[in-house]
Nanobody, 117 residues
Framework: VQLVESGGGSVQAGGSLRLSCAASTSGYSHICMGWFRQAPGKEREPVASVEDDGTAPTYADSVKGRFTISKDNAKNTLELQMNNLKPEDTGMYYC????????????WGQGTQVTVS
């Protein structure tokens, strides 16, 4: 599956961004999806994930209450609404596909940069 992220950019602390990920596969409704991020000099970390049917969202503690993940199986898209952004949210954000729904992400997008100042 090919994944293409968009929506990144630069924003001041307290601002919002909405990331999107477009998936090119006919089996999108069977895939669990996740968002990850990687800050400079740090390891990639999970941000949020969702089940294949778009239910049961999970979030990293650092983004709970500020970020919302949503999956639209009709449009083959995954979104991440990010509110009240903080400088520590800065990084490259990736969407990823997990066909087995066992937190084993096989396909990754190229990433979209988020910078919070």
């Amino acid at each position: 599956v090919q994944l293409v992220e968009s929506g990144g950019g630069s924003v001041q602390a307290g601002g919002s961004l909405r990331l999107s990920c477009a998936a090119s596969t006919s089996g999108y409704s069977h895939i669990c999806m996740g968002w990850f991020r990687q800050a400079p000099g740090k390891e990639r970390e999970p941000v949020a994930s969702v089940e294949d049917d778009g239910t049961a969202p999970t979030y990293a503690d650092s983004v709970k209450g500020r970020f919302t993940i949503s999956k639209d199986n009709a449009k083959n898209t995954l979104e991440l609404q990010m509110n009240n952004l903080k400088p520590e949210d800065t990084g490259m954000y990736y969407c990823a596909a997990d066909w087995s729904c066992r937190s084993d992400y096989e396909s990754w997008g190229q990433g979209t940069q988020v910078t919070v100042s």
